[in-house]
């Protein structure tokens, strides 16, 4: 499985080096292999991409290269060679520890495997992990929140990352939705959800860094801060994202469609956008808040510094010396209050 996938990588990366529309860094700070199950590529995946990008670029010794993974395809063979390749961090979609939600969504996994992947991890020396849950499931699950947050804890991940559950068009929860076969999910049970996570949690002894994310102390994700900073990025494979700023490219997102297209060498660039003016500025403002960074009142007109204090009195964000950071209640209105100050800076 490894093979197809190894041999469209470098193809594409042979086309980035010849059209130089990306600067490729000579020692990589962070490498995330994501965009679904990479664990089912087999234990020879990593260690044919290593060969691929070369020593010298993965030969910095702070270097985080994470790998996502379902909790059922990552066996302990597959933990050993993805240590040896040099993964040093592990992110486990185990999204609930219920049967009864797990067969909802379609998960392969049974509620144990999420545990066994953990100790398989952990056996292979890889100590740094992140584990996916997912809230805000329909009322007639009858899912139980808190007893999730509890199995997560009970496995003392350093870092665990929560999504809500969305109803989108092309998905089976849309279409079931659409029929009128499931229940949307209930926004108020959202809201509620979230701010029990984040109550817990920080109880717990994590902070909350971000939006969605949750870490002990040194164990903060470096590859996605790259993007909330908004720095420069390559993205290869399909559906893959690259950032130059100003310029944003994505990839082809079918992956016969992408192989085809490299083998071809064509490229699979699908689209790009240049995002300036009031886009990157909009842009700028919503990546500063998601985050426990904050935002610089000094890069604030004297009428939008206006608006953080408004938010403080409301709960919904701290403002400390010169600068605003939002609150878990503010994150829940994060979209609403960037296009706020948005306009209050004309």
């Known amino acids: 499985m490894a093979g197809p996938w190894i041999r469209a990588l470098a193809g594409e990366l042979d086309r980035v080096r010849r059209e130089e529309r990306v ?70 979609g185990a999204q609930s520890f219920q049967e009864e939600a797990l067969r909802w969504m379609g998960r392969i996994h049974e509620p144990g495997a999420p545990a066994r992947a953990v100790a398989a991890a952990r056996r292979a020396g890889i100590r740094n992990l992140s584990l996916d849950l997912m809230f ?38 849309g279409r ?22 984040a109550e817990i949690l920080v109880r717990a002894g994590y902070r909350h860094y971000e939006v969605s994310n949750f870490a002990r102390p040194g164990f903060q994700a470096r590859h996605n801060r790259a993007y909330w900073e908004g720095r420069p990025y390559l993205g290869l494979g399909n559906s893959a994202h690259s950032f130059l700023p100003p310029l944003r490219r994505w990839n082809l997102t079918d992956w016969n469609a992408y192989q085809n297209s490299v083998r071809e060498g064509s490229s699979p660039v699908a689209g790009e956008e240049r995002v300036t003016g009031g886009a990157r500025r909009l842009e700028e ?59 209050a800076l004309g």
């Open 23 to 92: 600067p490729l860094a000579p020692a990589l700070r962070t490498l995330f292999v994501g965009g679904g199950t990479p664990s089912l590529l087999g234990p020879g995946a990593m260690e044919g991409l290593a060969r691929l990008l070369g020593s010298q670029r993965l030969g910095d010794p702070d270097l985080e290269w994470t790998a996502e993974a379902n909790p059922e395809s990552f066996s302990p063979e597959l933990a050993r060679a993805w240590a040896a390749s040099g993964v040093n961090r592990v992110s486990l």
């Open 176 to 197: 079931a939705v659409a029929t009128g076969r499931a229940r949307a999910p209930e926004e108020d049970r959202y809201r509620e959800e979230y701010l029990q996570a």
């Open 285 to 343: 403002l919503w990546l500063a808040l998601r985050t426990d960074a904050g935002l610089s009142l000094a890069s604030l007109s004297p009428p939008a510094r206006a608006l953080p204090e408004s938010w403080q009195r409301r709960g919904l964000a701290e403002v400390d010396g010169p600068v605003v950071r939002l609150t878990a209640r503010g994150w829940l209105l994060l979209d609403h209050l960037v296009v706020e100050l948005d306009g």
């Open 136 to 173: 805000g499931f329909p009322p007639d699950l009858e899912r139980d929140w808190v007893r999730d947050l509890e199995g997560a804890l009970a496995l003392e991940a350093p870092h665990l990352s929560l999504y809500g559950l969305t109803v989108e068009e092309e998905t089976p929860l």
